[in-house]
């Protein structure tokens, strides 16, 4: 039964930070790619950063510099700081996690989303 659960979406002002959490369950933490995704309205879900097993990273440029990716494998736990926020980063925010499981098989699963507002 594997489980993503994402927290710490909000209300926050531009400017403002917050801090998305996201905990899994069922899974070797450690072996997964993951990654955060945000979806606003009326637009396509995309990549806002990714964190390999590693911890080598890449970030969507619309955010380089402001949001940072990080993970603690011994607590399963992916995060994202979001700092110096923008409207436009209003979204739903989607925790990932990914892994090549054979040739042409993956392990592809996805959290619940929270939402994320930036508004004066």
């Known amino acids: 039964q594997v489980q993503l659960v994402e927290s710490g979406g909000g209300l926050v002002q531009p400017g403002g930070s917050l801090r998305l959490s996201c905990v899994t369950s069922?899974?070797?933490?450690?072996?997964?790619?993951m990654g955060w995704y945000r979806q606003a309205p009326g637009k396509q879900r995309e990549l806002v950063a990714r964190?390999?097993?590693?911890?080598?990273?890449i970030y969507a440029d619309s955010v380089k510099g402001r949001f940072t990716i990080s993970r603690d494998n011994a607590k399963n736990t992916v995060y994202l700081q979001m700092n110096s926020l923008k409207p436009e980063d209003t979204a739903v925010y989607y925790c990932?996690?990914?892994?090549?499981?054979?040739?042409?098989?993956?392990?592809?699963?996805w959290g619940q989303g929270t939402q994320v507002t930036v508004s004066s």
């Open positions: 990932n996690a990914f892994k090549v499981t054979g040739v042409i098989t993956r392990d592809d699963y």
């Open positions: 069922g899974v070797i933490f450690r072996t997964y790619l």
């Open positions: 964190i390999s097993s590693s911890s080598v990273t």
